[in-house]
């Protein structure tokens, strides 16, 4: 029964805005209980105790609703999605510069294969610890870790220190898209997890405040070099200033994250460690800030049972991490979704990088590039840019329509990719170029973003960022490759834009046959 302290907090709730209005989701259960939705996968035969208390958790967390707690998540969570793409982007667009000002002696591309093995041992390391030590740790630190390697990369005397801070920089994003979607999925009423679709836009705000800075500093003939021949330090100081001005600006990001927000652990990681009274505490302090009441009590937590299949008897121990990775395959239907899930995130890791890196020297061999001077491709780099920010936007809604849910939502972003990719075949003009590339932009983050929120909404929460990390994981690996490719295939040929075409194929044809649809039900 409420207390008088709930009941007056309840006639006091907050107008928390936009996101508050009932959409997709919440169309369909506005006139439900909490208690009625179902979790992903509850019928799954997992841990009954853990079953138990994810319902009454999720009931907890749908009773609060929205608030300015979620908003602050979204923005916060928000700034690790913008630098893993500001960071992919970042050593794409000051290699070339500083391997001009070191005498071009060395591996052309070995900028981009730091970061990806960094991105990769960071996805791995952020990912598995966050299942081990819990999210918030991870969560406060990545994000420091990456400004910092940035600003000292900025200085680096030579191409192959360049390269060691680069990987660090991508050590320390690398667990970013796992910790962002993990934190703000495990907070979320029901009724909006779209939102964690949404929250993919920030990606491409990533990469269109890169394309500024780059447009800024890397045009200015007196901060860039002409040739290799003549490149001394002082004259080349663009793509340094770059790295300052982006480390300065991911810096602020992880002061951010540790004084707008104190993050508490999650509830729903505390539910494996068994946390309980933690647990309440945690949603009780939120839902008294925010004038919303709470029924969850730690006797109806403990009423449940004890979960005993979320750790190992020793938490820092190599056999905890085997209970990590078993859990990804406790049941059939668990292990085939972490396996097609795996192999979606190892198509588009290797279909979008290998894209980009065979389409300069296409668009090259057919004139494209022809009166194109360095103002104007920094212009169209940014507008392409721009226009990835709309994909997840169009992508949350689509996402909610009964009709279409995750999987079709993915598959059709993956088809229409697919199409422009085979469209790009004709592009003979830097117009058709500017106007491919950001239709292409535009789709593929309908894809990219989605799967970014389906990963960890179909994960267990015992094992979500480990399962999540190996994903992520498999797409930097699949990356390394690509730059290894570019460096000894013929890129002037039609041939790999019809192969990166066919991949998004199968990347539908995956998401079509994945065995969880997480519209309508609560994550696990």
């Given at each position: 029964?409420?207390?008088?302290?709930e009941k007056?907090?309840?006639?006091?709730?907050?107008?928390p805005?936009?996101?508050e209005g009932?959409?997709g989701?919440?169309?369909?259960?506005a006139?439900?209980?909490?208690?009625?939705?179902?979790e992903?996968?509850a019928?799954?035969?997992?841990d009954?105790?853990?079953?138990?208390?994810m319902?009454?958790v999720?009931?907890?967390i749908?009773?609060?609703?929205?608030?300015?707690?979620h908003?602050?998540?979204f923005?916060?969570?928000?700034?690790?999605?913008a630098?893993?793409?500001?960071v992919?982007?970042?050593?794409?667009?000051?290699a070339?510069?500083?391997?001009k000002?070191f005498?071009?002696v060395?591996?052309e591309?070995?900028?981009?294969?730091?970061?990806?093995?960094?991105m990769?041992?960071g996805?791995?390391f952020?990912g598995?610890?966050?299942?081990?030590i819990g999210?918030?740790?991870?969560?406060?630190?990545?994000?420091f870790?990456?400004?910092v390697a940035?600003?000292?990369?900025?200085?680096?005397?030579?191409?192959?220190?360049?390269?060691?801070?680069?990987?660090?920089?991508?050590?320390?994003?690398?667990g970013n898209?796992?910790?962002?979607?993990?934190?703000?999925?495990?907070?979320?009423?029901s009724n909006?997890?779209?939102?964690?679709t949404?929250?993919?836009c920030?990606?491409?705000?990533?990469?269109?405040?890169?394309?500024?800075?780059?447009?800024?500093?890397?045009v200015?003939s007196?901060?860039?070099?002409?040739?290799v021949?003549n490149?001394?330090?002082d004259?080349?100081?663009?793509?340094?200033y770059?790295m300052?001005?982006?480390?300065?600006?991911v810096?602020?990001?992880?002061?951010a994250r540790?004084?707008?927000?104190?993050l508490?652990?999650?509830?729903?990681?505390?539910?494996g460690?068994?946390?309980?009274?933690?647990?309440?505490q945690?949603?009780?302090?939120i839902?008294?800030k925010?004038?919303?009441t709470?029924s969850l009590?730690?006797?109806k937590?403990e009423?449940?049972?004890?979960?005993r299949t979320?750790?190992?008897e020793?938490?820092?121990?190599?056999?905890?991490?085997g209970v990590?990775?078993?859990g990804?395959?406790?049941?059939t239907?668990?292990?085939?979704?972490?396996?097609l899930?795996w192999?979606?995130?190892?198509?588009?890791?290797?279909a979008?990088p290998l894209f980009?890196v065979?389409?300069?020297s296409?668009l090259?061999?057919?004139?494209?590039?022809?009166?194109?001077?360095?103002?104007?491709t920094?212009r169209?780099?940014?507008l392409t840019?721009?226009?990835?920010?709309?994909g997840?936007?169009?992508?949350a809604?689509?996402?909610?329509?009964k009709?279409?849910?995750?999987k079709?939502?993915m598959?059709?972003?993956?088809?229409?990719?697919?199409?422009?990719f085979?469209?790009?075949t004709?592009?003979?003009?830097?117009?058709q170029?500017?106007?491919?590339?950001?239709?292409?932009?535009f789709c593929?983050?309908?894809?990219?973003?989605?799967?970014?929120?389906y990963t960890p909404?179909?994960?267990?929460?015992?094992?979500?960022a480990?399962?999540?990390g190996?994903?992520?994981?498999?797409n930097?690996?699949?990356g390394?490759?690509?730059?290894?490719?570019?460096?000894?295939?013929?890129?002037?040929t039609?041939?790999?834009?019809?192969i990166?075409?066919?991949?998004y194929?199968?990347m539908?044809a995956?998401s079509?046959?994945?065995?969880?649809?997480?519209y309508?039900?609560?994550?696990?």
């Amino acid at each position: 029964m409420a207390t008088a302290e709930e009941k007056t907090m309840g006639d006091r709730k907050e107008d928390p805005g936009l996101f508050e209005g009932n959409v997709g989701i919440g169309d369909d259960r506005a006139s439900e209980s909490t208690g009625g939705a179902e979790e992903i996968l509850a019928l799954q035969d997992l841990d009954p105790a853990l079953n138990a208390k994810m319902h009454l958790v999720n009931n907890a967390i749908d009773e609060i609703g929205w608030t300015n707690y979620h908003w602050k998540l979204f923005v916060l969570n928000g700034f690790g999605y913008a630098v893993d793409s500001l960071v992919l982007l970042l050593q794409s667009n000051i290699a070339g510069p500083a391997f001009k000002e070191f005498g071009q002696v060395g591996y052309e591309n070995a900028q981009t294969i730091a970061t990806y093995v960094g991105m990769l041992v960071g996805a791995l390391f952020w990912g598995m610890s966050a299942d081990i030590i819990g999210r918030r740790w991870a969560f406060n630190i990545s994000l420091f870790i990456s400004s910092v390697a940035t600003v000292v990369s900025g200085a680096a005397p030579s191409w192959a220190s360049l390269g060691f801070f680069t990987a660090m920089v991508g050590f320390g994003a690398g667990g970013n898209l796992i910790l962002d979607t993990t934190v703000f999925l495990e907070y979320l009423p029901s009724n909006k997890q779209w939102a964690l679709t949404f929250l993919a836009c920030w990606w491409g705000i990533g990469q269109a405040v890169t394309g500024f800075i780059c447009w800024g500093f890397l045009v200015p003939s007196q901060w860039n070099c002409e040739s290799v021949e003549n490149c001394p330090r002082d004259s080349n100081q663009g793509w340094r200033y770059v790295m300052y001005t982006s480390g300065a600006l991911v810096f602020v990001m992880s002061i951010a994250r540790v004084t707008v927000i104190r993050l508490q652990e999650t509830p729903k990681y505390r539910l494996g460690t068994g946390e309980d009274a933690e647990l309440v505490q945690t949603l009780h302090s939120i839902a008294k800030k925010y004038n919303r009441t709470c029924s969850l009590t730690v006797d109806k937590l403990e009423a449940c049972g004890t979960v005993r299949t979320a750790h190992s008897e020793s938490r820092y121990s190599f056999r905890e991490s085997g209970v990590h990775l078993s859990g990804l395959f406790a049941t059939t239907k668990i292990g085939i979704s972490t396996v097609l899930i795996w192999l979606s995130w190892t198509l588009i890791g290797l279909a979008y990088p290998l894209f980009y890196v065979f389409l300069s020297s296409y668009l090259a061999s057919r004139g494209a590039y022809n009166g194109v001077g360095t103002f104007e491709t920094w212009r169209n780099y940014t507008l392409t840019n721009i226009s990835g920010i709309f994909g997840p936007v169009l992508a949350a809604w689509m996402c909610n329509l009964k009709v279409l849910g995750r999987k079709y939502t993915m598959a059709i972003g993956a088809l229409v990719t697919m199409a422009f990719f085979f469209a790009y075949t004709v592009v003979s003009t830097p117009t058709q170029d500017v106007g491919f590339s950001c239709a292409i932009a535009f789709c593929i983050n309908i894809y990219y973003g989605t799967l970014y929120a389906y990963t960890p909404e179909v994960l267990p929460s015992a094992h979500r960022a480990t399962g999540n990390g190996i994903a992520v994981g498999c797409n930097r690996i699949m990356g390394i490759i690509s730059a290894v490719v570019a460096s000894t295939a013929d890129t002037g040929t039609v041939a790999p834009i019809y192969i990166c075409a066919a991949l998004y194929l199968a990347m539908a044809a995956v998401s079509v046959i994945f065995p969880f649809e997480p519209y309508g039900r609560r994550s696990s």
